[in-house]
Structures are given as C-alpha cells and as structure tokens.
C-alpha cells in the first residue's frame, strides 16, 4: 500500500468505501455482516488505514456494520469517515440529533473526517441557510470541541453550486470528495472542478472512481489499445492509475462488493504506477470515444437561449440529458432538475423549434426536450 500526505498524516492512497458492501439475498439493506468483517480485516492486514460510511448507506446500515468492524481495531490504527444526510431534505433540522446517533452508530469518541453529503443543486439552499438549520454552525462546533478532526463535503453538483458552497464555506472546508474519473474529466467537468478546488488549496477525495462499475470492463477495442501500453495492467487498474496520477488527489474510494474486488484493488494499490503523457492521452480519447456514444453534441454556445420563449437553459438541460442517457438512469439529473422551477424543466419545452434555427450543431433540441421529458416519466 502507498500513502498520501495530508496535514502531517499518512493516509492509505485506497480508501475502503462502505457503500456497496456484499449484502444477503440482494437486499441492500442486509449486509452479510461475517463477509463484510472479513473484508475489512483483509484491508487493515494490507494498509488500508481510510475507511468511508455514511447515514443512509445500506439502509442506514452501513454505520452500525463499520462500527462493529473496526471496533475490534486500536482507535489509532484506522480514520473513519462519515457524513450529514443533507441530501435528504427531511433531515435539515435535524443534526443535533443525527450526529451523536452517528457516533454511537460508528462506536467511536470522535470522527476522523467528517463531511456535509452530497453538495448540490436541490440541498444548496439549505446548507447555506445557517440561520434556520443551523448546520455549518453546529458542525463547526463540533470540530472546536473535537467531535470532528477534518471537515469537509462532498459534491455532485454542478460548477456553480460548487462556488457557492466554497465562497460560503470555503475557508473551512479541508477536503473534498467528488465523482471522478477518467470519463466525468471532461463529461462532468472534473477537471474544472479540481481546479477550481486547487485554487482554494482543497485536496480531493475521489467518489466513483469507477463510474459504478462502467470501467471495470471496456469494450474489446479499446481493452486492446491499453494493452498494447502496459501488457500487464488490468483494465480496472487504468481507472485508479488514472486518478493517482492527478497531484490533487489524495485519497480513491473504492465500493467493494466482494473479497475478489479488494484483493484486486490491494495488487493495484501496491505501487504507485502514474500514467505518463502518452498514456493519459490514451485514457483520455478513449473516454471521449465512449460518452460520444448516444450523446448530443452540444458545445454551449447559448444561441439558442436567447431565442427559447420559456427562457430554458438549454445547454444546461442538455448535459443533464447526456449524463442520464449515458449513464442509463441515475439521480443526477433528477436531483439536479428537482431544483428549477416547473417552467424551467424540459417538459416545458413548447417545441416551437425557435432555438433550432440558430443551432450551429444542427440539433433537434425540441425532440431531445421531448425524449428528456418522457425518460424522467
């Protein structure tokens, strides 16, 4: 196992994530509890010291397994990590009570590192009004009383919904957790996003490090051209050399669903093998190759804004379109589109085709408001 720096710490450059743990039956909210434990000694045996859970795993679940799980270990040997459920809108007004349940949960005096969930457009409102929920405050007490030794967020959303948060808070802020990966680079903005974490001197912690399993497998013909580079590299091994090769990244978090997942990722995790510029060339175009796959072509140049009567923001409405295409479902786009207004969603879309007109891409954005509408039920 190699390690990262942060702020004199050694933090194991693999962090087991509790997210998927191996379930019964597949129900997700019951855990096989004897396999989960078993994994986790396999990983503190290796060096995996980073271990990431959060109130709504599992079925709220996840805590009380982690819990009994490193219970068993010196409270030295491991850092734990755990989130306020803010993605959920019912639980606002309700840290003070959800924040001790969640040490009691986690059998611990103290959390390690802990974050606000899920930074996005339908809970940014909520996270900044300090004054009727209270959050940032009392998790900032919490940190002053050493309830909480790093804080910091995690986010889904979009660059906008970042700034704010970071013009808020930032100067609080420790960490960062976000969804990255060679396809969200450029997809979802990743590298924008790092940047802009960078200018703030914020490392990142990675989410998705495999697109939810996506870049576990590759088509033949682009397995192929990564074997042609390193002959001996699994295709998995590419995701996570990928992200080990960005200078702001410090900790993966991996969701592992079974022991042959972590014995692998283990071997991949023995040495830090960057990629070199060929390589991230490589990774790259073959990332572009596959989110073109199905995906419209639009380059944002905002003509058709100024033409749209409702006022849409349709380049905004169609990369939200890409990501639920691509990705097959998901709640990104959801989430994001819970936050507009009814006369701001796709199905407001009066196919009038005045954008199209001025579309240098030629798209049928009418059609693809239409089908965007229909997928989103």
């Known amino acids: ?33 004897e396999t989960s434990l078993r994994m986790v000694d396999m990983a503190m045996a290796n060096g995996v010291n980073y271990y990431d859970t959060a109130w709504g795993y599992h079925g709220e679940n996840s805590e009380l397994v982690m819990g009994k799980a490193l219970a068993r270990y010196p409270r030295k040997s491991f850092h734990v990590a755990t989130k306020f459920p803010g993605y959920d809108p019912s639980n606002w007004s309700r840290v003070k009570e959800i924040f001790p349940k969640q040490l009691e949960k986690l059998q611990v005096e103290y959390f390690d590192f802990y974050l606000f969930h899920n930074v996005c457009e339908m809970n940014i409102d909520a996270y900044l009004d300090d004054e009727k929920y209270g959050i940032y405050s009392y998790l900032m007490e919490q940190k002053k009383n050493g309830k909480i030794q790093h804080l910091g967020f995690s986010c889904h959303g979009n660059i906008e919904t970042l700034t704010r948060f970071l013009e808020a808070y930032g100067k609080d802020m420790e960490f960062c957790q976000l969804q990255l990966n060679y396809l969200d680079w450029e997809f979802q903005n990743g590298r924008e996003k790092v940047e802009l974490l960078k200018k703030w001197n914020i490392p990142v912690w990675v989410m998705e490090p495999l697109r939810g399993g996506k870049l576990a497998k590759l088509a033949p013909e682009y397995e192929a051209e990564l074997k042609a580079l390193r002959p001996k590299e699994d295709t998995p091994a590419w995701a996570f050399r990928f992200l080990t090769s960005i200078p702001e990244v410090t900790v993966i978090l991996s969701g592992m669903s079974n022991e042959d997942q972590l014995e692998q990722n283990l071997i991949t995790f023995q040495d830090d093998k960057p990629l070199n510029e060929k390589e991230m060339e490589t990774i790259l175009q073959i990332a572009d190759k ?51 207004p009814d006369d701001k969603k796709p199905a407001a879309c009066l196919h009038c085709r005045s954008c199209e ?16 509408a229909a997928r989103l039920g």
């Open 290 to 340: 596959m989110t073109s796959v199905g995906t419209v072509p639009c380059t944002a140049c905002h003509y058709c804004v100024s033409h749209c009567p409702m006022g849409l923001d349709i380049p905004h409405l169609i990369s939200l379109y890409n990501e639920h295409v691509y990705t097959g479902g998901g709640f990104i786009a959801p989430m994001a589109l819970g936050a507009l």
């Open 1 to 33: 196992m190699f390690y990262r720096d942060f702020q004199g710490m050694k933090l194991s450059a693999l962090g087991f994530g509790a997210m998927r743990l191996p379930v019964v039956d597949g129900d997700d909210s019951r855990i096989d509890e």
């Open 357 to 372: 007109q001025v579309c240098p891409q030629q798209i049928k954005i009418s059609e693809i408001m239409g089908d965007f």
